[in-house]
């Protein structure tokens, strides 16, 4: 339990120490989001509409893009090794780098997400449950993320690989986390959709970091 | 019988060799009967024309690619549970086959979808979602094994990969149909309650073809991959240079 | 206490050795000796279990390291080309970060204490990316200081150190084996340690 909290706070302040990565992600979000009334016209309804898709779209992009860091620097600098060379299993170490990533990347994003929101138009039930579905689901956008990053870590055009290795898998969070804004703004409750959000979330964070622990290794031999 | 010991590539590799002309003579029986019910023997539909006969392809390599992913995932576990080296070269033996047969059931879906639907591709049908997802999931596993110049490292890199698939396939299906029905009433369905039995044996040996094409295939491209990875080995070069057997090669 | 049998490593297509052999006892020093590319690298990283031989077996008071897992990696120390550094931290938080990824907790004067000995102590709170290759080698090395697992596995830890810091570390990996511990060391630099037991073992390109 040490171990893991030791791990969660030390990639918090690392990640702390150079915030123009966080910075930049969120923006990303920002200009993803607002290029698509770009995209499609200023019509509001139809952007009310569009609304719970593009921004859920522009949240797992973003995640995406910050994932590749997220072993990369600990295997160029040799911490990662000593992280697999520590008497607790990888996977607890991963799974530490998986609740901080979540605190650095999901957190931020859920609180932007509202905000965003708001320029489309979206009702107040729409926002909440919006930046609420964020919330649930960017855990598991995290764990499985760290799988996809385990195993191109170190491959030359490893990001690119990423996402094609982890996009398919994210389609369940983008449809119960989508759905769920969806269902409230068409009047239905959104409970099951963040129900099912949830579990996807304990699942990925529970079982992924061990999954990912095993691709470290061989990335490491 | 000891399977165990075909396990071993210079077992496997003569086995295989052995093998491979009976499976492409029975894909050859197993095409013609299927072709020939399929497309003369069957009742034309009164609804849907001659068009619906795109089915008999459809169908089974819709269901193939389902079959060799679930069997990529199989090997996938066997090697890295028993640390083999066959089950990795197994593995990318049959990816290539696999991703052809999820292209193809896309490909002759939107075929079949054109005069049925009126429409070459349609997003609520839940079913060519998965089949897209399918598709998504081969590719992903080609780009990454080939993106791994360590054999060892790709074959377990792939099964991690593919295990993790295998795992997330009944999830994604799952999301998928329920998307499929929040945004649309039921879709269009293939099967009729009144599917004649004769097309149900048109399908069924069509895709019996589709397998032993498949073995066939996956054998001549294991027996390929091995001497490329193994060409060091003394039986290799046992295979190639008789003369010189078991002497100077190996070192 | 370390013993290998019959080990083999094979890299991409390239059998780097087969059949090797030796044995560690406590208070004993083992030099790997052997050109580039002999393979030096790939079988401390055997020692320490990242990388799985080709065949044969590591054994660690006569049991296969594989299966102690988490109790042997609690018994030794490595040290690789990669500093582990972090270049956001300061040399304090990174001793103490590496100390508590060991499983251990290190209080700050022990490790001020630590970073003094390696001549850092006015650096202590400077981070690490204003630090020298040099200096970065040490606060690496510091890790040593502090150390008291039987086994410490070092990959070339003389590199980039000037004669000071060449002779100190000579000093403290005497008084480690000295003290009862074991130690296997790559170097290409002649270091000679008069007063310990050594061993040798060349690795044939």
């Not at chain 3, 170097?187 to 310990?196: A, E, G, I, K």
Request: hydrophobic share 55%.
């Amino acid at each position: 339990m040490r171990a893991l909290l030791h791990v969660i706070v030390r990639d918090l302040r690392l990640a702390l120490r150079r915030p123009a990565d966080i910075v930049s992600t969120l923006f990303f979000f920002v200009i993803v989001a607002s290029l698509f009334p770009l995209g499609v016209g200023p019509d509001p309804a139809l952007l009310r509409q569009l609304a719970p898709g593009v921004l859920w779209v522009g949240a797992l992009l973003a995640t995406m893009l910050s994932l590749p860091r997220l072993f990369a620097d600990d295997f160029r600098d040799g911490t990662l090794e000593q992280m697999a060379l520590s008497p607790n299993p990888l996977g607890l170490a991963v799974l530490g780098k998986v609740v901080a990533h979540w605190l650095y990347s999901g957190l931020p994003l859920a609180v932007l997400a509202p905000v965003l929101g708001l320029q489309f138009d979206l009702s107040t039930g729409a926002l909440g449950v919006l930046t609420f579905s964020i919330l649930l689901g960017t855990p598991a956008l995290s764990g499985i993320g760290a799988i996809g990053a385990g195993l191109t870590l170190g491959l030359r055009g490893g990001g690119v690989l990423l996402s094609l290795l982890v996009l398919p898998l994210y389609i369940p969070v983008l449809i119960f986390g989508a759905g769920a804004v969806d269902a409230v703004a068409g009047g239905l409750e959104p409970q099951t959709h963040l129900a099912l959000l949830t579990a996807l979330s304990v699942g990925g964070v529970a079982f992924a970091p061990w999954i990912a622990a095993l691709a470290l290794k061989l990335a490491l031999e | 019988m000891n399977w165990f010991k075909y396990s071993a590539p210079a077992a496997f590799y003569p086995l295989a060799g052995r093998l491979i002309p009976w499976f492409w003579r029975l894909a050859f029986v197993f095409a013609a009967a299927g072709l020939y019910i399929g497309l003369v023997a069957a009742p034309v539909d009164f609804q849907q024309g001659e068009a619906y006969r795109i089915i008999f392809i459809h169908v089974g390599a819709a269901w193939m690619s389902m079959f060799i992913y679930l069997v990529m995932a199989f090997w996938g576990g066997m090697g890295l549970a028993f640390n083999t080296r066959l089950s990795g070269m197994m593995a990318q033996a049959l990816a290539p086959t696999g991703t052809m047969f999820a292209f193809l059931s896309l490909w002759t879906g939107a075929f079949w979808g054109k005069p049925m639907w009126g429409t070459w591709w349609l997003w609520s049908d839940a079913r060519l979602m998965s089949s897209l997802i399918l598709l998504f999931l081969y590719i992903g596993f080609l780009a990454l094994t080939h993106a791994i110049d360590d054999k060892r490292r790709a074959d377990r890199a792939g099964a991690i990969l593919l295990l993790v698939g295998v795992v997330n396939i009944p999830v994604i299906y799952f999301s998928v149909q329920w998307w499929n029905t929040l945004h649309q009433g039921a879709s269009v369905s293939v099967k009729g309650s009144s599917m004649a039995v004769i097309m149900l044996w048109g399908m069924l040996l069509v895709a019996l073809a589709m397998w032993m094409y498949t073995i066939a295939v996956a054998l001549t491209r294991a027996r390929i991959i091995i001497l490329e990875r193994e060409w060091r080995a003394d039986w290799v070069q046992t295979l190639s240079n008789p003369e010189s057997a078991g002497g100077t090669a190996g070192n | 206490m370390l013993e290998a049998d019959n080990l083999e490593c094979t890299r991409g297509e390239q059998r780097l050795f087969q059949g090797l052999e030796f044995r560690l006892g406590a208070g004993e020093l083992l030099f790997l000796k052997g050109e580039n590319g002999a393979g030096k690298t790939s079988l401390l990283r055997m020692i320490c279990g990242l990388l799985p031989p080709g065949a044969g077996e590591i054994r660690w008071q006569g049991e296969n390291i594989h299966h102690l897992a988490g109790d042997y990696r609690a018994a030794f120390c490595y040290l690789g080309h990669a500093n582990a550094i972090k270049e956001e931290l300061t040399p304090l938080e990174n001793l103490r970060c590496a100390a508590a990824l060991a499983g251990t907790s290190l209080p700050e004067s022990l490790a001020f204490d630590a970073l003094a000995q390696v001549g850092l102590a006015d650096r202590a709170d400077l981070a690490c990316r204003y630090l020298s290759q040099g200096q970065k080698r040490r606060v690496a090395l510091a890790r040593l200081v502090c150390d008291n697992r039987a086994l410490w596995v070092l990959d070339e830890p003389f590199v980039a150190l000037d004669a000071r810091a060449v002779a100190w570390l000579r000093d403290l990996i005497g008084a480690h084996v000295a003290a009862g511990g074991l130690t296997v060391m790559t170097t290409h630099q002649p270091v000679d340690m008069p007063s310990v037991q050594t061993r040798e073992l060349r690795l044939a390109a």
